[in-house]
């Protein structure tokens, strides 16, 4: 199993940027996905960005341009670098990775929340 752990959240407003970081209690390097999901009050929890090991990756319509997914995998770390943020990203942003053979895990999360 791999535990996650994210950080970078916080209060900001629209246009502003911030970057989350994900690290995992164990190595990378050979979890092929790696993603970012975000869950808004009342809402059911949606795809942002996944990364693969080879460092290929995939955006969801509504963020794509504005965050950028990135993988480290010598700190063990993935990252969602977000710009001109709008009000509707405020959300739990939440860490998935899948490990081979033991199944996927989540994070806790960390809110974001853009308001002026």
């Known amino acids: 199993q791999v535990q996650l752990v994210e950080s970078g959240g916080g209060l900001v407003q629209p246009g502003g940027s911030l970057r989350l970081s994900c690290v995992a209690s164990?190595?990378?390097?050979?979890?092929?996905?790696m993603a970012w999901y975000r869950q808004a009050p009342g809402k059911e929890r949606e795809f942002c960005a996944h990364?693969?090991?080879?460092?290929?990756?995939y955006y969801a319509a509504s963020v794509k341009g504005r965050f950028t997914i990135s993988r480290d995998n010598a700190k063990n770390t993935i990252y969602l670098q977000m710009e001109h943020l709008k009000p509707e990203d405020t959300a739990v942003y939440y860490c998935?990775?899948?490990?081979?053979?033991?199944?996927?895990?989540w994070g806790q999360g960390t809110q974001v929340t853009v308001s002026s």
């Open positions: 998935y990775a899948d490990p081979p053979g033991v199944g996927g895990a």
């Open positions: 164990r190595s990378i390097f050979n979890i092929n996905y």
């Open positions: 990364i693969n090991a080879d460092g290929s990756n």
